[in-house]
């Protein structure tokens, strides 16, 4: 897995940021800190779309307080890293080299090699290699050659508008950036583009699609550095606002470091709770059931940086968040032990809007997820979503599947289906060691005839007809 993360200009950490100017020295951009311009508003709109991505919309309010005068804005993306921390492109990304010579299937393993994982960036490596030692010249293959699918910096569907108009971007390459106030060097690609900055008001805005950077316990993180903005004029956003939408029935984690409390944070509908993390930092758990999650600030001085991820290694959270594959296969390896945890499972969709269970063993087993707000809802009156009803199909699905498979569990037979090795797994009688099935006895047969016939089998029969054969067969 190649990690990338993307920042604007002049920070030193890896991952977005706000807005920055620069001035052009030669064919090298140069950061700066702007006297004139100040910037009035921004409002930054995070919509989680799946599999580790937002879509990030961001709007900027500038007043030109001088005349009119013409400035680059640009926005940082660095080098990608691997699972260690370590760049893996710097050297490959120095100089410019010409491809021309290599055919469609090098070109295209050494594009798939940037956006992937450490296998491809081997199979780059390779390809380079066995192309060098053909030519007689050294050739390293030129990062231009990206520029339009952004394989380069994780960003996708990049798209700048200024003053209502869309705008051409570029992307450059820079080397040993510098942050005022700091020795730290770095290396970075820089989109970048001219802007009219009018007396007044001037209003850019920029969106794109950002796949977020992943880790064993984190299925995102998403960071973006808010320091930036104290480069315009006056240090400080007049009217800061950050909206998040994940969805229906999201969990998300923040860090308290652009903020000190919940006061200036508005949730529809939902609500956050203090925590910790695995390093005992204070930490701030969100559990949104609908709607938008929005910081608000006037006169807001931005320091440090925002930090959003969503933890893995707490199963029973992120059972509460419908987005995760989680939410799917982390509870169904509790089916096998008894009739009260396949309720369980079948009330969580209930749960995560606080019905108050008349079941009282239910009710408290609840009770102990910190996600659980009594709302008394009445069940009959809610409408689950699309992913939810999929959820409760799926178990009764697994019902029959179940009975139906265990004259071949009772073989001790490998299922390629997770859910049905899982399930049998709990059982000390059955070991998944063989993938050829003997045919079934007269017995057996009779017994998938049985299954086969019923219309509905209620979670109690579904029970006794398990017992019923483990008990006979077994």
Not at 111 to 119: A, D, H, I
Not at 156 to 180: A, P, R
Not at 222 to 247: H, Q, V
Request: glycine share 4%; proline share 2%; aromatic share 18%.
């Amino acid at each position: 897995m190649i990690k990338i993360l993307f920042q604007i200009i002049l920070v030193t950490t890896f991952c977005l940021a706000n807005d920055s100017a620069y001035y052009t020295m030669g064919n090298h951009l140069v950061p700066i800190k702007s006297k004139d311009i100040e910037l009035q508003k921004e409002i930054i709109n995070l919509k989680y779309i799946g599999n580790g991505s937002f879509k990030v919309n961001i709007y900027y309010k500038l007043f030109n307080n001088g005349n009119f005068k013409k400035d680059i804005v640009g926005f940082e993306a660095p080098l990608p890293y691997n699972d260690n921390g370590e760049i893996i492109s710097n050297d490959f990304f120095c100089k410019k080299y010409d491809i021309s010579k290599l055919n469609k299937k090098e070109k295209e393993a050494i594009k798939r090699g940037y956006r992937f994982n450490n296998n491809y960036w081997k199979l780059v490596n390779k390809v380079v290699s066995d192309i060098n030692k053909k030519s007689k010249k050294k050739k390293v293959i030129d990062w231009h050659y990206w520029k339009d699918s952004n394989y380069l910096t994780g960003i996708k569907d990049f798209k700048v508008l200024v003053n209502g108009v869309e705008t051409n971007w570029k992307l450059s390459y820079l080397t040993n950036l510098q942050n005022i106030g700091s020795k730290d060097k770095y290396d970075a690609f820089i989109y970048y583009f001219n802007v009219n900055f009018f007396t007044g008001v001037n209003i850019i805005e920029h969106s794109y699609i950002i796949n977020c950077s992943q880790d064993a316990i984190n299925e995102f993180i998403f960071e973006y550095i808010l320091s930036t903005a104290t480069r315009w004029k006056g240090g400080k956003i007049k009217e800061f606002i950050l909206n998040i939408d994940m969805g229906k029935f999201g969990y998300f984690r923040i860090y308290p470091t652009f903020f000190d409390s919940l006061k200036n944070w508005h949730i529809e509908n939902g609500f956050a709770l203090k925590n910790k993390d695995e390093n005992n930092n204070k930490v701030y758990d969100f559990f949104i059931r609908s709607g938008k999650v929005t910081f608000y600030k006037k006169n807001f001085f931005p320091k440090d940086k925002i930090y959003i991820n969503s933890p893995t290694n707490n199963i029973n959270d992120r059972i509460f968040d419908t987005n995760s594959p989680l939410y799917f296969n982390s509870m169904n390896y509790k089916f096998a032990t008894n009739l009260f945890n396949l309720k369980i499972i079948k009330s969580l969709p209930y749960a995560r809007r606080g019905v108050v269970f008349k079941d009282k063993k239910l009710l408290n087993y609840f009770k102990k997820f910190k996600w659980y707000k009594e709302t008394k809802k009445d069940i009959k009156y809610i409408n689950l979503t699309h992913k939810e009803e999929l959820y409760l199909e799926k178990i009764e699905f697994y019902k029959y599947k179940i009975l139906r498979n265990l004259p071949y569990a009772k073989q001790n037979y490998d299922f390629n289906d997770w859910t049905l090795k899982e399930f049998f797994g709990y059982f000390d009688w059955y070991e998944a060691k063989t993938k050829k099935i003997k045919p079934l006895n007269t017995e057996e047969k009779q017994w998938l005839n049985k299954i086969l016939k019923k219309k509905n089998i209620s979670d109690k029969e579904f029970f006794d007809l398990l017992n019923e054969y483990i008990d006979i067969n077994i």
